[in-house]
């Protein structure tokens, strides 16, 4: 049973940082996508960053670029989110996912498995 747990969200002033955090457990994660969503309030889910856990190939949204940046750690089944020069407009439930079938990284119909979100609030 894969079980994804996010954590790191808060509440934090425009410019400010915040790193999250996804724990996978349940497979063996290295032929997985691992990526990160989010959902504004009265907005959709969209992407913002994912990554190929067996060779470590990063893909972001447009909107994050250069601030956000995904990554893993081999040793600890986790994968992080770090969110730098944060906006108001960022202020959204922040979801991990995992897909174990190596679709298209940015589409959240391919993954299997999503975690349970950890809330995001940008004050200006």
């Known amino acids: 049973q894969v079980q994804l747990v996010e954590s790191g969200g808060g509440l934090v002033q425009a410019g400010g940082s915040l790193r999250l955090s996804c724990a996978a457990s349940g497979r063996t994660f290295s032929t997985f996508t691992m990526g990160w969503f989010r959902q504004a309030p009265g907005k959709e889910r969209e992407f913002a960053a994912a990554i190929r856990w067996g060779g470590g190939i990063t893909y972001y949204a447009e909107s994050v670029k250069g601030r956000f940046t995904i990554s893993r750690g081999n040793a600890k089944n986790t994968v992080y989110l770090q969110m730098n020069s944060l906006k108001p407009e960022n202020t959204a439930v922040y979801y991990c996912?995992?897909?174990?079938?190596?679709?298209?990284?940015?589409?959240?119909?391919?993954?299997?498995?999503w975690g349970q979100g950890t809330q995001v609030t940008v004050s200006s």
């Open positions: 996912a995992a897909d174990s079938r190596w679709g298209s990284p940015a589409n959240q119909y391919e993954y299997d498995y």
